[in-house]
């Protein structure tokens, strides 16, 4: 293979078909750091906006723009939202915890004179009696006995000790489509003013909080795209509904096992994932798949087979957060990442199974799609060669998870770097043109990418540029 200075080039055997995020923090914090990252398999960067200022965030993005350019690699920028984000206040002491011992939680309240457990979030105004209400990842179990006043009521069932800080999860509370905070909206408007991709979504409960999210994004003139990060009791219980409305979803595994049980979690995810093939939406998994690496230079045995796992199940994406954020060993991390996912595409046992697409049976564009994906499996093509305005063409391909690589040609640099995270597909910008598909392929023929005698099928439209016009398949052997 020849590199090039006109585009990031890997021989087709080297694609890798699920993607990685990585996610950003101390340990990744420069501009070194963040190449590093893309150069050893990242395809996206996760920023958390539950940490940092805007002036760390705008050096960030102005970081991970600079290494895609240097590296002629679309990536696609994540802005993960805190969202209603429930946790214990400030307090000094370690508070010990006994089954059967009654609790008491406020709003800002202060333990030492009041004897009070503080809040960071006014609970008293979302809880009813009988409601679940879990502390520090579920090491203290409690139960709501009543609400007065503005203070909670709980009876713990186990033994344990609280923290200052530490998370609360509330598996049966309602939150009535609360769920983007006065720090989401100050965040989203500051992402407006940013090259940002995507907009990830803590807490998801129902297609109406999609609904909210897209309308303040729309209105402050962005064209991001949504991530439901699936991690509520709720959420599960309104899932298909979720997925329908959502452009990304996210198994967010670490609350999700704590609102709805450890067992659970597996069972989800196959869910999750199901769906996003179904209705054509990229799906992530996410929390722990490599905790181990972040003390330690070898994942797990167990973390090997899960990140394999969803390979084999089909998700789009597999994500780090501590792993690449603080962890010590960041680099090894994702390249591990990249050498799991290389050896279960190409050894694995398992193939993708899954109903299709039912939403959009009726559209031309998922007509043409699956044409071409059955165009190209009958005479063995090498890769399909989509161009795309939106990006829409080359998602509905991607989502019948063809077995050979998507390359999608866009004059549009935000399509191209949200389309990096999609499952199987390669991305590269051009200008707008009636042959720039066909112009694509001579340069990655040029490039070594494809060789002598490849098939290529290629997807057009007779109005380049222009929205929903794709119409045209092509088959092109190369000499």
């Not at 509520?232 to 967010?252: G, P, S």
């Not at 640099?413 to 910008?429: G, W």
């Not at 694509?440 to 070594?448: E, G, I, K, T, V």
């Amino acid at each position: 293979m020849t590199t090039t200075t006109d585009g990031h080039s890997v021989s087709l055997k080297r694609y890798k078909r699920t993607k990685i995020i990585a996610t950003v923090g101390p340990s990744t914090d420069s501009y070194e750091a963040i190449k590093r990252l893309i150069e050893d398999g990242a395809n996206g960067i996760r920023l958390n906006f539950s940490h940092g200022s805007y002036d760390e965030r705008t050096r960030q993005i102005g970081w991970i723009r600079k290494a895609s350019r240097e590296l002629h690699k679309p990536v696609a920028v994540i802005q993960d939202l805190q969202g209603p984000k429930i946790r214990l206040g400030e307090f000094d002491d370690i508070i010990t915890v006994q089954a059967g011992q009654t609790l008491r939680l406020g709003y800002n309240a202060n333990w030492v004179e009041t004897g009070i457990i503080p809040t960071q979030y006014d609970l008293s105004t979302k809880v009813k009696r009988g409601d679940r209400l879990y502390i520090f990842d579920g090491r203290v179990r409690t139960v709501i006995t009543s609400v007065r006043n503005g203070i909670v009521y709980v009876q713990a069932d186990n033994d344990g000790i609280l923290l200052k800080r530490k998370g609360i999860n509330l598996p049966d509370t309602d939150f009535g489509g609360d769920v983007i905070t006065e720090k989401d909206k100050a965040d989203l408007a500051f992402g407006s003013t940013q090259d940002i991709d995507y907009v990830a979504m803590s807490f998801i409960q129902s297609a109406v909080d999609i609904e909210n999210i897209r309308k303040i994004i729309t209105n402050l003139g962005g064209d991001r795209k949504i991530i439901a990060k699936l991690e509520t009791k709720l959420a599960i219980d309104n899932l298909e509904e979720i997925m329908k409305a959502t452009d990304v979803a996210m198994v967010a595994r670490g609350d999700m096992a704590v609102e709805v049980s450890p067992e659970v979690v597996p069972v989800a995810q196959r869910q999750i994932i199901s769906l996003g093939l179904q209705y054509g939406k990229p799906t992530i998994v996410a929390t722990q798949m490599l905790a181990s690496m972040t003390e330690a230079p070898e994942p797990s045995r167990a973390e090997v087979s899960d990140v394999a796992t969803a390979v084999y199940l089909g998700a789009d994406c597999v994500m780090l957060s501590d792993e690449t954020a603080m962890g010590k060993y960041p680099h090894e991390a994702v390249k591990m990442m990249k050498r799991i996912i290389m050896y279960s595409q190409t050894h694995g046992v398992v193939s993708v199974s899954f109903q299709g697409q039912t939403e959009k049976e009726a559209t031309r564009q998922l007509a043409i799609s699956r044409g071409v994906i059955s165009m190209a499996h009958s005479i063995h093509a090498n890769a399909i060669v989509a161009e795309t305005k939106t990006g829409a063409t080359v998602l509905n391909i991607a989502s019948e998870r063809p077995d050979m690589p998507v390359i999608a040609v866009t004059d549009s640099n935000r399509t191209a770097q949200q389309l990096a995270i999609v499952y199987d597909v390669k991305s590269y910008v051009r200008p707008v043109s009636t042959q720039a598909a066909q112009k694509l392929a001579d340069f990655l023929r040029h490039s070594q990418v494809f060789k002598k005698g490849d098939i290529v099928v290629m997807v057009s439209g007779l109005q380049p540029g222009i929205v929903g016009t794709t119409d045209t398949i092509k088959i092109r052997q190369l000499d």
